[in-house]
């Protein structure tokens, strides 16, 4: 088992894929997806290859920003999405600083999506991810 590495440029077309499968494949509308963020500051990176390796599902994409990483877990709610959080504390033997949003429960487009990101971290744990300014919507 392992996640799936893909470019952070790549970001915002990663959640639209993933939006685009969801719309057509889940009619329910439930929690289609859930972005997992975590800050992996201060942790050896053999050791986050490690724990990504032996947590994520290979239908599971990951995204960093330095030590900033997202996990996009297809029909993962945030229920599902907290248990691997709590495995990954328990991998790096420290409680992360983390956030969870599903699609579409918390935004309909990859903008409304990583906005509310970027907001959610900023006023929960008082600190800015500057590096999804790059998705941000033009108005």
Known sequence: MAG???????FKQLLA?????????????A????????NLEGIDQDVIDYALENILRTSD?????????FFVLPYTDKY???IVKKMFDEAFA???NSFLLSYPADGEKPEDLLGAM??????FWKYDLPCLDRFAKVI
């Open 4 to 10: 799936i590495h893909f470019s952070f440029i790549d």
């Open 17 to 29: 894929l993933n939006i685009g499968i969801a719309d057509r494949l889940d009619e329910n509308r």
């Open 31 to 38: 929690e289609s997806f859930t972005i997992l963020y975590c």
């Open 61 to 69: 994409s990951i995204v960093n920003h330095e030590k900033n990483y």
């Open 80 to 82: 599902g999405a907290e």
């Open 94 to 96: 420290k409680f992360l």
């Open 118 to 123: 970027q907001d959610s971290v900023s006023v």
